[in-house]
């Protein structure tokens, strides 16, 4: 039978108490970890979100009754203790905290009983992730994601004192709005006051931020919630939490100098000392350097463009691909020429996963004979200068590609990551962050026929490049800017078009017309005609920073109720159906789907 805590205060949780509370009479209330009966004494583990603290039970400090109902105590019974802290009678337990005290229990309360759980509830659990999902409620209790969403809370913390002292006000923005253009589709939700209408939920406060920066709130930011209807990926949640900012009259170099204090600031509070001024690297620099847009620095292994070494020689795949317009660049793995072939197989098809029609290979043996699946197409003096370019020596195997640019980095870019964990040449220990610069403006949609926003519509070009908008829009570069940590995007922003005359002509690259541009951003177009200051943003993704931060393997290690793959709340159920009445109130029916 439950009992109720009338009289009782929790004088503190269980794992703040240290040896200087000895002698103390404490109350601590939590959940039984575990409780052993050893023949007159009762050792039990209890525990709160702060972690275990050991209480004894012995007959003669607890009285006979009391005593028997701590021999019926189980696991994730909630009860409360008032007792004196004493040093540890038995061993010290160096893996707890409060491993030199325990606490002699004087009275005790089962404040409620617990079944059974599913699972254990325990540090690294080896239980499935849909069992636990299933119960998420008990699944948050297991100390490592109690730590991850205790860190969370701070981290947010800190972000607001930081960009408070920064000038930042907090403000909120809708849920129910309308269509915001960041390139997914939208969660939709019926109006029922409006049938046939829909609010969109947010895919970001874009262009909130921006009119508060017409209105003349100079500096804002929120911990924003955003929904995207993607088709998940792997570590993909259809809503997430953003670190959102928007800042009036600045340049790029204000918004870095901000969000570097920012971000120093933020992993201090794990131990990791970020080096200020973060690097910079323009976007052509990172493609052509790493084959990515975010860069994992953590380790070298640099793609090098051999298309000139290359040019007029006799193996066809190159020639073909430099013809075309494309290129060819290589990777050069320190020490793994000796790889046998079936490895090597591997990462050529791992290469055509990523678009390779194929992967060239070349081996250079410990005694500078080479193994390779083209050398034969190419003279003797063609393989040395490749040999040289590539910068390889007895030993390495060299891989390349040839294709059209995008296609080489993309599958270079993924390969060099692939080599490096085959290797093991990435330190995990390290946080390696950079600025990526200069993205290009758009880039062209094979299937839309069209350009998009490689950002999004209100990024600001390079003032010398605008003309090129009329004339070559793909060379266009953008004021934007990525933050990426270990080959992970944190974040990313630009400055914004203040201008309607550029919104205009970057809506009509885009393929826009006018009355289609004002149907969906009308209020922001009518907003630039009344005295708009120059302004700027970003946006952090906070549960990859956090999952960084951390070291979790999932996204789902960091959000207290994520959902899983197929965007449904394995606990909740959701989504679920809704009553034929809900539906005929929002003036809805349902179609039946094929199958
Ligand atoms: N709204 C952008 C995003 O969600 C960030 C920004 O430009 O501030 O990625």
Excluded at 34 to 60: H, M, P, V, Y
Excluded at 323 to 351: H, N, Y
Excluded at 488 to 514: N, P, V, Y
């Amino acid at each position: 039978m439950a009992e109720t805590m009338k009289g009782l205060v929790r004088t503190c949780r269980c794992a703040e108490l240290t040896t200087d509370d000895i002698g103390k009479t404490v109350t601590v209330m939590g959940w039984v970890q575990k409780n052993r009966n050893k023949g007159g004494l009762c050792f039990t583990d209890l525990r709160d979100r702060s972690g275990i603290l050991q209480i004894i039970f012995e007959e003669a400090q607890i009285g006979a009754e009391g005593f028997e109902r701590a021999g019926k105590l189980r696991s994730e019974f909630v009860i409360a203790v008032t007792g004196e802290v004493v040093h540890r009678s038995g061993e010290v337990n160096k893996n707890l905290k409060t491993g030199e005290i325990e606490v002699i229990a004087k009275d005790l309360r089962v404040l409620s009983e617990s079944e059974t759980p599913p699972f254990p509830i325990e540090e690294n659990s080896k239980t499935k992730d849909e069992l636990r999902l299933k119960h998420r409620y008990l699944d948050l209790r297991r100390p490592d994601i109690q730590k991850n969403l205790i860190l969370r809370s701070k981290v947010c913390m800190e972000v607001r004192n930081c960009l408070t002292e920064e000038g930042f006000l907090e403000i909120e923005t809708p849920m129910l709005t309308k269509s915001t253009p960041e390139g997914a589709r939208d969660y939709l939700v019926p109006s029922r006051v409006h049938p046939g209408s829909f609010y969109a939920l947010p895919q970001s406060p874009q262009i909130f931020k921006q009119l508060l920066m017409c209105s003349g709130y100079d500096r804002y930011f929120q911990i924003a919630r955003c929904f995207r209807d993607e088709d998940l990926r792997a570590d993909r949640q259809p809503e997430f939490t953003q670190i959102d900012m928007e800042l009036s009259v600045v340049d790029v170099d204000d918004v870095i100098s901000v969000n570097e204090k920012l971000l120093k600031r933020v992993f201090a509070m794990v131990g990791v000392d970020v080096e200020l001024p973060i690097r910079r690297i323009t976007w052509q620099d990172a493609m052509d350097n790493y084959g990515s847009d975010k860069p994992d620095l953590r380790f070298d292994m640099k793609l090098i463009d051999v298309t000139e070494v290359v040019k007029g020689c006799g193996f066809g795949v190159f020639t073909g691909a430099i013809e075309a317009g494309g290129s060819v660049r290589g990777l050069c793995a320190k020490g793994q020429g000796a790889m046998p072939r079936k490895k090597i197989d591997k990462l050529v098809d791992f290469a055509k996963d990523f678009g390779a029609k194929g992967l060239a290979y070349l081996c250079i043996n410990e005694d500078g004979t080479y193994k390779s699946s083209f050398a034969k197409f190419m003279t003797e003096e063609e393989i040395d200068a490749l040999v040289k370019a590539m910068g390889g020596e007895a030993g390495d195997l060299l891989v390349f590609a040839a294709d059209k640019n995008k296609v080489v980095w993309d599958v270079l870019g993924n390969l060099r990551l692939e080599l490096a964990r085959q290797m093991e040449i990435i330190d995990q220990s390290k946080f390696e962050f950079c600025w990526v610069t200069e993205f290009p403006l758009l880039e062209f949609n094979d299937e839309l026929g069209r350009y998009q926003a490689m950002h999004h519509p209100f990024t600001m070009p390079f003032e010398e490049d605008i003309p090129l908008l009329d004339t070559d829009p793909g060379k266009v570069r953008a004021q934007a800017y990525d933050i990426v940590l270990n080959g992970t995007e944190l974040g990313g922003g630009s400055i914004r078009i203040h201008r309607d005359d550029i919104q205009e002509k970057m809506f009509d690259a885009l393929g826009f017309t006018k009355e289609s541009a004002y149907e969906q951003f009308g209020f922001l177009l009518d907003a630039f005609k009344y005295g708009v200051p120059p302004h700027a943003g970003l946006a952090y993704g906070l549960d990859r920073m956090i999952m960084l931060m951390v070291g979790a393997d999932s996204i789902r290690d960091v959000i207290a109720f994520p959902k899983v793959k197929d965007a449904s709340c394995l606990m909740t159920e959701a989504p679920g159906p809704v009553a034929a009445a809900q539906l005929a109130e929002l003036g809805l029916e349902l179609v039946k789907q094929d199958e």
